[in-house]
Structures are given as C-alpha cells and as structure tokens.
C-alpha cells in the first residue's frame, strides 16, 4: 500500500476537484477534510472517497460552487438550503453559522437540506470546541443511502445515521464521540472490498438474511444489508437510528429515509451549546476532568492494559500517521491514478 503525509492527500483531493470544475478554495477545503479523516483513522471518509464525489458531479448530483441558502432563520434557527453542492462546504458553513448563533443565545439549532455526503462529522463537531462550546450533529442519507436493515428485518429501510458530540477541555485532546448507529459505517465495508479483506462477523448480512463476513454481500446483487449496532440488543441501535432519521430529515425538510428517494446526500441537524452561559468555563473543565480520572481509575477487565475515553483513539492514531504517513490501499490509490489520467492531470507524489 503507498504511503502519503496529510498534506501530499490533501493536494491530490483539491486538484482532482479543481480539475473537475470546482472552485479552488472549495476543493482545497474538501481535499482537507477528506485526507484529515484518513489522518485520525476514519479511512472510510477519507480519500477513498474521491471516486464517489467525481461520479456525483459527472452525472450532476453535485454542482460545485453552488450558493448555501438560509431559507428559514430566527435568532437561534437557521433552516439551510445547501443546493446540492459539496458536503463539506456546507457543512462548515452551517456550524459556523450555529457557533456565532450559540454566542448570542447560548444554545442553537441548524438544520441542512440539498446537501451532499459531508464527510466525517467529528471535522465539525470540533470546530465548536475551539470556541469553548459543545457540539451535536447527527444527519441521514437525505432520504436515499439506504443500507441497513430495522431490527427483525432483512431488507434495507435506514442508513447508518452517524451521531457526534465534541466536548472541550483544558486539556489537549477533546471529547469526541463520533459514531453510527449501524454497526459500521458502509464506507468502512467499502475499505474492506478495495482491500481484499473479509469483515468481521455481526457487519452485515446477505440478502436472505444470513451473516455474512464477505464484504460483496453487501453490495450484491442482490444487495445484503448492515445491521443495527448492539448485536443481541440491536433494538436499541436500531431506536437510535429511527430518531436520527426523524430528527435531521424531519427539522430539515429534506424528509426521512423512503422507497421514493434515490439521490444520496446528508441532511445534517447541528445543536451548539455555549458552556459559559450555564456554568463558568474553568468550573466546568474541571467537572470533565476530574470525571475522566475517575473513569480511567477502574481496575481494569482482563485482557485490557488502560481505559481510553471518547477522542483518544483518534488522537493517538493522527500522532501515529503524522509519524510514519498514512497508507492508502492499493485499489483506492488505483482508482484515483485512474481518474487522474482521465482528467490529464498530474499528481506530484514522492
């Protein structure tokens, strides 16, 4: 598998982008976000994503430099209309529009429709931290990307429907939970395919129903599906993700997962709570930490060397790749090579 630093993935996202017709401050901004989801280890938002994103402006999915609407707004609201652009542009733009909302009415709530596949939601959660704020976003497949089955079905009705919340420290790590309420992210099965590899049991099943540890199953034809996460409690995985789906489709208008919808995007509801309008900030990084000593002084479960909490695995693989640079599997690093000769452009690698 090659081997890239941060910034060489960066540079090769935003030329692709460029190259394909979007504005250079909007593919340097989705070529970052991108190669920074490879840099903490969420390898299924990062650059494997290139191919998807080129696809979805070819075939008109996704119109660079389309403008972000504000189409309903009250002083702690905003409703977005994000006109099919990149998911990643609104995305940052709807949580900045939220982190100076927060500032004046100490908790605010915005939600996005037309909105294409964002990304890895921590990239924004985090942006409220640097402000001294809490950050929730959570988002459905805008309807389509459906790839997960109800719990006690075999068909796919939902998508994975992530859910994030960062908390700020004094410390150098924040607390970032950024998970799905399927078992895995589909991108991570995807990862998975392009690497030859088979995935755990309990991933998905095939489409009659039986498990299944061969990543293809799920794509089909005919199409598997992933389950709800919690394995013999899967019910509850599966109330979470029916709520996500409720609350971004729903306050957003862009409506809930349905038989109809087949065009793939993210409707995105961000809620931003401003710490210092309800305890000072110092009291309440104290309150973080000395909860998160107390969490880390159980005596450990055999088989375990320490407690990690919410943030640090993320933290401590980006320490790791900013190290030894990240490795790219060989089929993504040749789709992307593909995609370069076809748009005549050369990528500067070492």
């Known amino acids: 598998m090659p081997r890239f630093t ?3 993935l960066a540079s090769i996202g935003a030329k692709i982008f460029a190259s394909a017709g ?6 340097e901004t989705v070529g970052r976000l991108l190669a920074n989801a490879n840099l903490v280890g969420h390898d299924s938002h990062g650059v494997i994503r290139i191919p ?3 696809q979805f402006i070819e075939s008109g999915n996704l119109t660079p430099g ?14 977005i209309n994000g006109n099919w652009g990149f998911g990643q542009v609104i995305a940052t733009n709807a949580m900045e529009i939220a982190i100076e909302k927060a500032r ?12 294409n596949h964002i990304g890895r939601l921590g990239d924004y959660a985090l942006m409220a931290t640097q402000h001294e704020m809490i950050a929730m976003v959570m988002v459905n497949n805008h309807g389509a990307g459906r790839n ?7 068909e796919r009705r939902l998508s994975t429907n992530p859910l994030c919340i960062a908390i700020p420290t004094d410390q150098p790590t924040p607390i ?6 399927s078992v895995v992210a589909e991108g991570k099965v995807r990862v998975m395919r392009n690497r030859g590899a088979q995935i755990p049991e309990g991933w998905i099943m095939d489409a009659e129903g039986n498990p299944s540890t061969d990543p293809n199953d799920l794509y089909g034809p005919p199409q598997g599906a992933i389950l709800p996460f919690g394995g013999m409690v899967g019910h509850k995985g599966f109330a979470l993700s029916m709520i996500i789906d409720m609350l971004s489709g729903g306050l957003s208008g862009a409506g809930c997962s349905r038989a109809d919808e087949t065009r793939v995007g993210n409707a995105i509801l961000i809620t931003v709570y401003n710490i210092s309008s309800f305890v000072p900030i110092e009291e309440f990084y104290q309150q973080v930490n000395d909860f998160v000593e107390y969490v880390k002084s159980s005596a450990l479960a055999p088989g375990f060397e320490e407690i990690i909490v919410p943030g640090e695995p993320e933290a401590r693989v980006e320490a790791r790749r900013r190290e030894d640079g990240i490795f790219i599997e060989d089929e993504t690093w040749r789709q992307i090579l593909a995609i370069a000769e076809r748009l005549d452009i050369q990528l500067e690698v070492d």
């Open 6 to 8: 941060v910034n060489q």
């Open 22 to 27: 979007a504005p250079i401050a909007e593919a």
């Open 52 to 54: 998807q994103y080129l």
């Open 66 to 79: 389309a403008p972000i609407e504000i189409i309903r707004e009250t002083p702690a609201t905003a409703v």
């Open 104 to 115: 004046k009415t100490s908790v605010s709530s915005v939600t996005v429709q037309c909105c």
């Open 148 to 154: 997960v089955a109800p719990w006690g079905g075999r």
């Open 176 to 181: 970032l939970m950024d998970i799905t309420s």
